[in-house]
């Protein structure tokens, strides 16, 4: 179970989360010995979970192999996979039915004639890292491996919707919306078959289109163009959410919606029309006992948190975060901003311009449009995270991405932040210039950030990009939990707090500034490779600590960002 809600009524589905058999394969001998006809050894894990957690593997890089039996009385299944680190190969009874590359992402194989009986599902993951993989080696978080999110089983019958897109646009009035859908549909039948497939947005009917396809054919179809009026905007204050259902006899598909504008228009970011300003935190979904494979009723933990403190939004860095996460955000009303692991600090230029990475990054993008296309939390797709912006082959990774997003992502902007705006080439292909900056931790002092805001209003008057407003996307300080110093020193819970209150009142007194997401919400264990820099081998940015007790930043942004909400009001 991956959403919030139930995905299909009519269609069966089957879990698969709970007990499976598991192996590491530390000699890397598993597929050669032909471990997908059955584990020789394995013990007993409970998926969806990291291998990490188990004991023996806290540190474990490589393969592992998991097994699972289950009950159909047979016909056309798809196997759905919530998210597998990082690399997945997936084998029905010893053969192999398909695999998928990027950790963060869903996926689903289609078998198209399984016969009535038991089966046994077997997946190798593996997580570890060559010069293609995306995210390189050194990242700033744990490389978790295992089968993060849920796994399912469907059974298809005849014409059924595998995803859809709801296009619209929202007219002037704001309370008109023209829309169509756009469906994939398969044939699950081994014959021709035809089906009338209906689109519902609450309970009106509002298109429907007929589908005929060969057997086992796959299209994308569109729904004839509908109107809808009277409709009630998704908004931050009140984040209005639609039913939808796309059916026929048989089968059918479920999914929430809802109508809001995002926009750059006189220099300012605005939602619905008016001006906003983003109160927002940076988080990794990711949890000491859990790692990746973080419990929904811990989201909506976060979320309370995040509320409490008066944050309006939420970067999910820097990965797509699971479905049931962004479906709470939706709920709430938090804006969010989705982005692809492509993490700089550890991509060598080569890396940007090897066509393998290029591909798997756009790849990435191509299924984070797929499946979160009809959140309205998600106002940014985020391309990359401080890349070298400021070579050619950033500048060719940027536009390449930011074309395909343009065209594809809906009504949001496209981002992506840059830690060297004073040299990086790339600063058009942001629809908002996204500024991570460290005055107070690295590179100097807090007293740094006015002549850095001024050298940047230069930069982007240069560059003719000062008609777009400006994010901090990331900005901070670390505080080890519970360390406090009457000298306000380094590593103290009240030097963290003095550059946070210093920051967050800076940029939102600065006129071109429209938003801050402080680096971090909580505490997150990190890689090897960052060293020394990251004490208890924590990113220790945290404004709370990783199992979320709050530092005494935590009251420093909720008193910034709850007197921010009052000046809006
Ligand atoms: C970068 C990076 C973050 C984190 C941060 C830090 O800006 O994007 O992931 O590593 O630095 O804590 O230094």
């Not at 009950?71 to 299944?77: K, Q, S, W």
């Not at 890396?351 to 797929?370: F, P, Q, Y």
């Not at 006129?511 to 020394?532: K, L, N």
Request: glycine letters at 8%.
């Amino acid at each position: 179970m991956n959403r919030l809600f139930d995905e299909h009524i009519k269609r069966e589905v089957l879990s698969l989360d709970g007990a499976w058999r598991f192996a590491p394969d530390k000699d890397d001998i598993g597929e050669a010995q032909g471990w997908f006809n059955g584990l020789p050894e394995y013990e007993t894990v409970i998926v969806p979970s990291v291998w990490n957690m188990e004991s023996g593997l806290y540190e474990y890089e490589g393969a592992g192999w998991y097994e699972k039996s289950f009950f159909t009385n047979g016909g056309c299944l798809r196997f759905c996979f919530g998210a597998v680190m990082t690399e997945a190969k997936v084998w029905l009874d010893g053969v192999c039915i398909g695999s998928h590359y990027g950790g963060f992402l869903e996926f689903s194989l289609i078998v198209p004639e399984v016969s009535a009986g038991y089966h046994r599902l077997t997946v190798r993951a593996d997580n570890r890292f060559d010069e293609h993989s995306i995210p390189q080696r050194v990242v700033d978080w744990y490389h978790f491996g295992g089968i993060i999110r849920g796994v399912s089983v469907e059974k298809l019958c005849g014409i059924t919707v595998l995803s859809n897109h709801l296009e619209y646009t929202l007219c002037d009035d704001l309370t008109t919306v023209n829309g169509h859908f756009a469906l994939e549909v398969y044939n699950a039948d081994s014959a021709e078959c035809s089906s009338v497939i209906t689109a519902r947005i609450g309970d009106d009917t509002v298109s429907e289109v007929t589908v005929t396809l060969p057997p086992h054919g796959c299209e994308t179809v569109t729904t004839p163009e509908f109107t809808l009026k009277d409709v009630q905007l998704w908004d931050v204050s009140a984040p209005n959410l639609y039913d939808v259902t796309i059916e026929n006899e048989t089968d059918d598909l479920i999914d929430r919606v809802g109508f809001r504008r995002v926009e750059v228009s006189d220099g300012e970011l605005k939602l619905n029309g008016k001006t906003i300003e983003l109160r927002g935190v940076n988080r990794h979904e990711e949890h000491p006992d859990f790692g990746f494979a973080f419990p929904m009723s811990r989201m909506k933990h976060d979320i309370d948190l995040a509320l409490d403190m008066g944050c309006n939004a939420i970067r999910g860095s820097h990965y797509p975060n699971s479905q049931a996460f962004v479906d709470f955000l939706d709920e709430r009303g938090i804006l969010f901003w989705s982005e692809i692991p492509i993490w700089g600090g550890g991509f060598p230029e080569e890396a940007l311009a090897d066509s393998t990475v290029l591909e798997r990054g756009l790849e990435m993008h191509r299924e984070m449009v797929k499946y979160y296309y009809n959140h309205p939390s998600i106002i940014f797709w985020g391309m990359h995270n401080e890349i070298r912006s400021e070579t050619t082959a950033g500048y060719e990774m940027s536009k390449l991405y930011y074309e395909y997003l343009k065209q594809n992502g809906g009504n949001r902007l496209v981002v992506y932040a840059s830690d060297k705006p004073m040299t990086d080439i790339c600063l058009e292909f942001g629809d908002v210039t996204c500024i991570n900056m460290y005055y107070g931790w690295y590179r100097g002092g807090i007293e740094i950030w006015p002549k850095f805001l001024d050298e940047l209003s230069a930069r982007r008057k240069e560059l003719g990009i000062n008609d777009r407003p400006i994010i901090f996307g990331e900005f901070g300080a670390g505080a080890i939990y519970g360390f406090r110093d009457t000298e306000c020193v380094k590593w103290s819970e009240d030097y963290q707090a003095k550059v946070i209150d210093y920051c967050l009142n800076l940029f939102h007194e600065h006129p071109d500034v429209c938003g801050s997401f402080i680096w971090q919400f909580a505490d997150t264990r990190t890689s090897d490779e960052m060293g020394y820099t990251r004490a208890r081998g924590f990113n220790n940015k945290g404004i709370l600590n990783e199992n979320r007790r709050p530092k005494a930043a935590y009251y420093t942004v909720k008193s910034c960002y709850r007197s921010f909400m009052e000046e809006t009001k």
